[in-house]
T-cell receptor, first 112, second 113 residues
Framework: EAQVTQNPRYLITVTGKKLTVTCSQN?????MSWYRQDPGLGLRQIYY???????DKGDVPEGYKVSRKEKRNFPLILESPSPNQTSLYFC???????????FGAGTRLSVL | ELKVEQNPLFLSMQEGKNYTIYCNYS?????LYWYRQDPGKSLESLFV?????AVKQEGRLMASLDTKARLSTLHITAAVHDLSATYFC?????????????FGKGTKLSVKP
């Protein structure tokens, strides 16, 4: 089954404790992206990747890192999480940047 | 900076009625996407509009794109409860195919019997 898989689905952590949210897709998609969703603000793009080893900042990249070493994986790294990064995070992928995106189920992160 | 504005942000409709959601964006773009999000769920694609004058229809939903007016509409015909969801329009932030996607804030639709 074609899917985008995020892990974990729920995470509670403390300020400053490094964490990684994984994202994997099995559709051989070139384009992958991370978003955060906050009430009243909608979805905002954090980082995106056009292909392996190619990543670019979205609108809210501060405090986040990504890597794209393999086509199927696009992990989101929070080196030193802060409470303002408490949010619902979505990973998405598409065949190319002009194609429809397939979204993961989301990761709800709370930083205390 | 590209802005994507949806109107209305909240919409309460009765079943059987028609309504239109508007999406205005502030810079040139040849493509626009509509997504749906059910409460507590992820997003799913509804439409991709790739050129001026594009019109797509799926069931009770019809989307159109006017690139000259920088406007897309999502028209709902004879609403049913199953259409209750939040609808997002999305535009490429660089006015082309650069991958920086900007979401509108979403229109939360509630269809009541």
């Amino acid at each position: 089954e074609a899917q985008v898989t995020q892990n974990p689905r729920y995470l509670i952590t403390v300020t400053g404790k490094k964490l990684t949210v994984t994202c994997s897709q099995n559709m051989n998609h070139e384009y992958m992206s991370w978003y955060r969703q906050d009430p009243g603000l909608g979805l905002r793009q954090i980082y995106y990747s056009m292909n392996v080893e190619v990543t670019d900042k979205g609108d809210v990249p501060e405090g986040y890192k990504v890597s794209r070493k393999e086509k199927r994986n696009f992990p989101l790294i929070l080196e030193s999480p802060s409470p303002n990064q408490t949010s619902l995070y979505f990973c998405a992928s598409s065949l190319g940047q002009m194609n429809i995106q397939y979204f993961g189920a989301g990761t709800r992160l709370s930083v205390l | 900076e590209l802005k994507v504005e949806q109107n209305p942000l909240f919409l309460s409709m009765q079943e059987g009625k028609n309504y239109t959601i508007y999406c205005n964006y502030s810079t040139t773009s040849d493509r626009l996407y509509w997504y749906r999000q059910d409460p507590g769920k992820s997003l799913e694609s509804l439409f991709v509009l790739l050129s001026n004058g594009a019109v797509k229809q799926e069931g009770r939903l019809m989307a159109s794109l006017d690139t000259k007016a920088r406007l897309s509409t999502l028209h709902i015909t004879a609403a049913v409860h199953d259409l209750s969801a939040t609808y997002f329009c999305v535009v490429d932030g660089h006015g082309g195919s650069q991958g920086n996607l900007i979401f509108g804030k979403g229109t939360k639709l509630s269809v009541k019997p």
